[in-house]
């Protein structure tokens, strides 16, 4: 049923009678096999076969950047020690406004891409003024003390683990600032 009444190749088959005898066949209706040399259908099969060299030259080039990316985060992981590749990354900015509106940013990568919906971002609650030291070590406690809970959670069967917004733990944290945030 899926097969078309109308298939067009670039280059006629040699057994073109006897294949589009077996598709009429299992499509219960006439199906036409040709080859155009000229004309609309001969314009239609340039674009298709345009189109489909397009999106070959793309899925080698997503590939390239994929193998690129894994290259990446495995000399990345080698780098810092790490005895696997990093799968879980995150990072943390603290933010405030003149001293006040004191707020932390959790970005993830996942494999190596942003995870945006495990995105996260605090609203420091012990920090008065701007110090950018204990708003990160506040920001960090609460973080690790939610997956903690999280994890309690699971084990009691209040939790499914793939819905755990702050587990699995980081293979890496990165943060800015200098030897003081570290």
Known sequence: ??????????????????????LSAKRGKKV???SPQRGEKKKLM?????????????WIIAKLKEKEKNTTLSAFSEMIG??????????????????????????????????????RKFKIKTVEGSDDYSSMKETLYRRFRHALEEEQQIESGGLERKNAKFLPYPDVI???????HL
């Open 1 to 22: 049923s899926d097969i078309p009444p109308l298939i067009l190749t670039e280059t006629e088959a040699e057994d073109a009678q006897t294949i589009s005898e077996w």
């Open 32 to 34: 036409e096999l040709l």
């Open 46 to 58: 340039l674009m298709v076969k345009k189109n489909a060299e397009i999106a070959a030259g793309n």
């Open 82 to 119: 790490l005895k696997k590749e990093a799968e879980r990354i995150e990072a943390y900015d603290i933010s405030n406004i003149s001293g006040a509106d004191n707020v932390s940013a959790m970005v993830v990568f996942e494999n190596g891409r942003p995870a945006k919906s495990k995105y």
């Open 174 to 180: 990165l943060i800015d600032g200098g030897k003081g």
